[in-house]
C-alpha cells in the first residue's frame, strides 16, 4: 500500500504532505495582514470568494523566512470545510510512496518533534520529510 504526495522545497529541504489534503496550488498573491496573528501568518488572500489565511511554512518551523522568488508558490490544503494557504519555496513533484519506504520518528531518533512530521521517506539517493500539515495549521 502506499500515497501520492506533492513534494515541495523549503530552503534546501524537501518535504512532502499528502496529495489527498491539497486542493490547489497557486502563485503567490499580495495578503491582506490581519492584527495580532502569530508572525508565521501573513494575511489573507480572496481565492474566488473564499478568504484563506497564508502561513509562510519557513517562519512556522523556524526557519529563515520565505525569500519571494519565480518558483515560490502557495500550496492551498483542505481542512474540513476551509483552506489554508502555505507558502513554499518551490513545488517539485508528485510521487507514489510505499507505505514500506516510509520510517517513522521513533525508528530514527526518539526525540524529534513528531508534532508536525509524519515520517521520512527514502527515496532513491533523497530523503523527504513527511508533514502532518493538519497540526501545523
Known amino acids: 500500500m502506499g500515497m501520492q504526495y506533492v513534494i515541495f522545497k523549503l530552503g534546501k529541504e524537501e518535504y512532502g504532505t499528502s496529495i489527498l489534503s491539497v486542493n490547489e496550488i497557486i502563485k503567490p498573491q499580495k495578503t491582506n495582514k490581519l492584527p495580532n496573528t502569530p508572525e508565521y501568518v501573513l494575511g489573507i488572500i480572496n481565492l474566488r470568494g473564499n478568504v484563506i489565511p497564508i502561513i509562510d511554512l519557513k517562519k512556522r518551523f523556524n526557519m529563515e523566512s520565505m525569500e519571494e522568488t519565480k518558483e515560490t508558490r502557495i500550496v492551498v490544503i483542505k481542512q474540513g470545510k476551509n483552506a489554508v494557504g502555505i507558502f513554499v519555496d518551490q513545488v517539485q513533484e508528485v510521487l507514489y510512496v ?38 501545523v495549521i
Open 98 to 135: 510505499d507505505d514500506e519506504d516510509i520510517k517513522s520518528c521513533d525508528e530514527i531518533y526518539s526525540k524529534i518533534d513528531k508534532e508536525f512530521i509524519k515520517g521520512i521517506a527514502r527515496l532513491e539517493n533523497r530523503l523527504v520529510i513527511l508533514l502532518n500539515l493538519s497540526t
